[in-house]
């Protein structure tokens, strides 16, 4: 696990409010000279703790308004029902992320969909027919208060 320092928190902060930051920018932003910059961006990609770069995109211009959050509870947790589970959460591209969680629910996915109907059609076509699902429950949201693009304390 690579140790961060003063430094690498700032390029992180930095690159996560805009990756698009050109070396010479980053190191400007984080009183680096370019070279010395560019080599801890380096090793900090090489060290998995920054792992890719991305595009923040509007999803309701992609045609994907409806959120939805959906509580899992399996029918047992055996590791073959746990590893069915999480195979077939893979393979649905309308999942964006899958949570194992504690509480009452095994699982919390966020879920992207263009309508109600389309909603419907994942959770009775794909969704519920990953084996070992016992109870699922949907939340939607309404809108959304804030989303946070970088992490507390960079």
Known sequence: ?????????????QL???GRLTNQELSE??????SPCLRRVRQLEDAKVIQGYTAVVDREACGLPVMAFISIRLQKQTDSTIAKFEKGVQDLDEVMACY???????????????????????????????????????????????????????
């Open 1 to 13: 696990m690579h140790e961060l320092d003063k430094t690498d928190l700032k390029i992180l902060a």
């Open 16 to 18: 996560q409010k805009d």
């Open 29 to 34: 932003r984080v009183a680096l000279s370019p």
């Open 100 to 154: 194992l969680m504690s509480g009452t629910s095994d699982y919390m996915l966020q879920v992207l969909s263009g309508s109600l109907g389309d909603y419907e059609r994942f959770v009775r076509d794909k969704l519920s027919r990953i084996p070992g699902i016992g109870t699922l429950e949907t939340h939607f949201a309404f809108g959304q208060v804030k989303q946070q693009r970088v992490y507390p304390g960079l």
